[in-house]
């Protein structure tokens, strides 16, 4: 079985989903992940999830280290850009794993080798095209390969000596692979939220199975995270490797979280459940959430963030990078 290693730089007061988090990696004990943070809290950290404690200013340290220009890390997010470049950065944390990737830590894992086997991690040297969950081999070719340069793109210099954000850790490096005529691994084997819905709607997958959003909740049980969703007057099940929440103003109801327990997740909460619960009227009322009150709770979980200029800026960021990944 081949080695995994997912690398998380985080800085500042980790989510309140994060206990949720490191149950879902708990379950994946083959998988082991490794956060460089500053926040202290006691978490009741699994065998596989290492934390290594460092200051920001430690942490834009050791990165400028690597280079002879001055990279610009303005903020915490900015480091987002710098992904691809963690195979070289975290080289002595990795030596021991045969994959490395980096993901978020706004999502819930199910069972990542139903959907990461061996055959195509042997296939790709890249498994993964979003931000929220990518792999690379671990070797010093694939390691090396964002400092491509590509004609009529940005590269890892433009990138890495500019404060603004350049999502380089999904167009840009999937750039260079396509430039490059190097396959990688495009399966939609995860469950990728869209952020302002007050019901959930699944991006990235193929508009034949739009019907499939209208009604529906997820349930995590047993390490694994399965769609519920109503058609033709059933419910209906299917699998993912994880469920990204993307930022969601969504409300954890419990205070630990427990492996053995059942956890349902609607529109705006995550709580435990008797699965039996989970009827055809429990999805058709849970599966959307009052408008109202939603977009309250969007105002106040970005009520320091959000201005007209950051607004129109998100807006545009939002359609360039739609545009770069051909989405209409």
Same mark, same amino acid.
Request: charged share 30%.
């Given at each position: 079985?081949?080695?995994?290693?997912?690398?998380?730089?985080?800085?500042?007061?980790?989510?309140?989903?994060?206990?949720?988090?490191?149950?879902?990696?708990?379950?994946?004990?083959?998988?082991?992940?490794?956060?460089?943070?500053?926040?202290?809290?006691?978490?009741?950290?699994?065998?596989?999830?290492?934390?290594?404690?460092?200051?920001?200013?430690?942490?834009?340290?050791?990165?400028?280290?690597?280079? /002879?220009?001055?990279?610009?890390?303005?903020?915490?997010?900015?480091?987002?850009?710098?992904?691809?470049?963690?195979?070289?950065?975290?080289?002595?944390?990795?030596?021991?794993?045969?994959?490395?990737?980096?993901?978020?830590?706004?999502?819930?894992?199910?069972?990542?080798?139903?959907?990461?086997?061996?055959?195509?991690?042997?296939?790709?040297?890249?498994?993964?095209?979003?931000?929220?969950?990518?792999?690379?081999?671990?070797?010093?070719?694939?390691?090396?390969?964002?400092?491509?340069?590509? /004609?009529?793109?940005?590269?890892?210099?433009?990138?890495?000596?500019?404060?603004?954000?350049?999502?380089?850790?999904?167009?840009?490096?999937?750039?260079?692979?396509?430039?490059?005529?190097?396959?990688?691994?495009?399966?939609?084997?995860?469950?990728?939220?869209?952020?302002?819905? /007050?019901?959930?709607?699944?991006?990235?997958?193929?508009?034949?199975?739009?019907?499939?959003?209208?009604?529906?909740?997820?349930?995590?049980?047993?390490?694994?995270?399965?769609?519920?969703?109503?058609?033709?007057?059933?419910?209906?099940?299917?699998?993912?490797?994880?469920?990204?929440?993307?930022?969601?103003?969504?409300?954890?109801?419990?205070?630990?979280?427990?492996?053995?327990?059942?956890?349902?997740?609607?529109?705006?909460?995550?709580?435990?459940?008797?699965?039996?619960?989970?009827?055809?009227?429990?999805?058709?009322?849970?599966?959307?959430?009052?408008?109202?009150?939603?977009?309250?709770?969007?105002?106040?979980?970005?009520?320091?963030?959000?201005?007209?200029?950051?607004?129109?800026?998100?807006?545009?960021?939002?359609?360039?990078?739609?545009?770069?990944?051909?989405?209409?």
């Amino acid at each position: 079985m081949k080695k995994i290693c997912y690398i998380i730089p985080y800085f500042g007061k980790l989510p309140k989903g994060f206990e949720m988090w490191l149950l879902s990696c708990k379950k994946n004990e083959t998988v082991n992940w490794i956060i460089y943070t500053d926040d202290k809290t006691e978490f009741n950290y699994p065998q596989n999830v290492k934390v290594k404690y460092y200051s920001y200013e430690e942490m834009k340290n050791k990165i400028q280290s690597f280079y /002879n220009f001055k990279i610009e890390i303005n903020r915490p997010w900015k480091l987002c850009d710098f992904r691809p470049a963690y195979g070289e950065i975290f080289k002595d944390d990795l030596k021991d794993y045969d994959f490395w990737g980096y993901c978020d830590i706004d999502l819930i894992f199910g069972d990542i080798r139903k959907f990461i086997t061996d055959e195509i991690l042997e296939k790709y040297d890249k498994i993964g095209f979003q931000g929220h969950s990518t792999l690379y081999k671990n070797t010093e070719e694939v390691n090396k390969r964002y400092k491509t340069i590509i /004609n009529e793109k940005v590269n890892y210099k433009n990138v890495f000596q500019d404060s603004e954000p350049y999502f380089f850790d999904e167009v840009g490096i999937c750039e260079i692979y396509d430039n490059l005529n190097i396959p990688y691994y495009k399966g939609v084997n995860f469950a990728h939220l869209n952020c302002f819905t /007050n019901s959930f709607f699944l991006s990235h997958l193929p508009d034949t199975e739009n019907y499939k959003n209208k009604r529906q909740v997820f349930i995590w049980k047993n390490g694994k995270m399965l769609r519920y969703y109503l058609y033709d007057n059933k419910i209906l099940k299917e699998e993912f490797m994880y469920l990204h929440l993307f930022c969601r103003p969504i409300s954890f109801k419990e205070k630990k979280y427990d492996e053995s327990k059942t956890y349902v997740i609607y529109p705006d909460v995550v709580k435990e459940i008797d699965e039996s619960k989970v009827t055809y009227n429990f999805i058709k009322n849970k599966g959307k959430c009052s408008a109202i009150k939603f977009y309250i709770k969007i105002a106040y979980a970005y009520r320091k963030k959000l201005t007209l200029k950051k607004i129109i800026s998100k807006f545009k960021s939002k359609i360039a990078l739609q545009r770069a990944r051909g989405i209409k």
